[in-house]
């Protein structure tokens, strides 16, 4: 179990993750720090949840939010996208590359600034180590700017991919699907096989035509003050 508390205004600065197999008498002890704040809040799971499980999550105040598609792919198959003409890719150290990095991934996910920062190399640390189990990448335009964001997360011989966003004027140009495939191109090319990451819908269809396949799901639960009151 993971439990966030940032005192950011989204459900993803304040969230529980449940590992898998967790007993529903857990529930309630785990999830009650969230229910006295007055900012959104979200609970996900790993997989499925029974039906009594979900009961005791929405008798605390939590809302079914529908849920994300986990997805895993053989690295070695995925596509090889190309990089857009006039866009540069690299991996993001500390100082003002990583507050570049925050600044385009609180604008593709529209989420605070604050919230961003806590996933840049600035507070999580790696920055560009050879040894980093956590590495973030950005995609600039021409001008400098980063339109695009991801983050791999190395551990137990698999590569995830986490934080991929662009920024809404720079959609639909690949660079998604590019900051997805290379940053676990470079984790194969350091012995990892296999990679992981769980899905937007809006990304869904992109991911699969990059060589991921649907192996589960990620339920979510939010709720929202004063919503519905």
């Known amino acids: 179990m993971a439990r966030l508390i940032t005192g950011e205004p989204h459900p993803f600065g304040h969230f529980v993750i449940f590992a898998d197999g967790v007993e529903r008498e857990e529930i309630p002890r785990r999830i009650e720090p969230l229910t006295t704040l007055d900012v959104p809040a979200g609970v996900f799971f790993p997989g499925a949840v029974t039906e009594s499980v979900a009961k005791c999550v929405e008798e605390l105040g939590f809302e079914p939010h529908g849920a994300m598609p986990a997805m895993a ?3 070695s198959a995925l596509t090889r996208p ?14 003002g590359a ?3 990095w925050a600044r ?3 604008t593709g996910y529209e989420i605070p600034i604050g919230l961003a920062e806590l996933f840049a190399p600035n507070t999580i640390g790696g920055g560009d180590g050879r040894d980093a189990s956590v590495r973030c990448y950005a995609i600039r335009n021409a001008g400098g700017k980063v339109v695009c964001t991801s983050m791999l997360f190395l551990a137990d011989g698999v590569g995830g991919i986490y934080c991929v966003s662009t920024v809404p004027e720079e959609r639909g140009r690949g660079l998604g699907a590019y900051a997805t495939v290379q940053p676990l191109r470079e984790a194969h090319e350091m012995g990892y096989r296999v990679g992981v ?10 991911y699969r035509r990059a060589g991921f396949v649907d192996v589960g799901e990620v339920p979510m639960f939010v709720r929202i003050p004063g919503a519905g009151m």
């Open 82 to 95: 190309e990089l857009p003409e006039g866009y540069a890719f690299a991996r993001v150290g500390r100082g």
């Open 73 to 75: 792919a053989d690295i």
């Open 104 to 106: 385009g991934l609180a």
């Open 197 to 206: 990451l769980q899905s937007s819908p809006q990304g869904h269809s992109v």
């Open 98 to 100: 990583s507050d570049d």
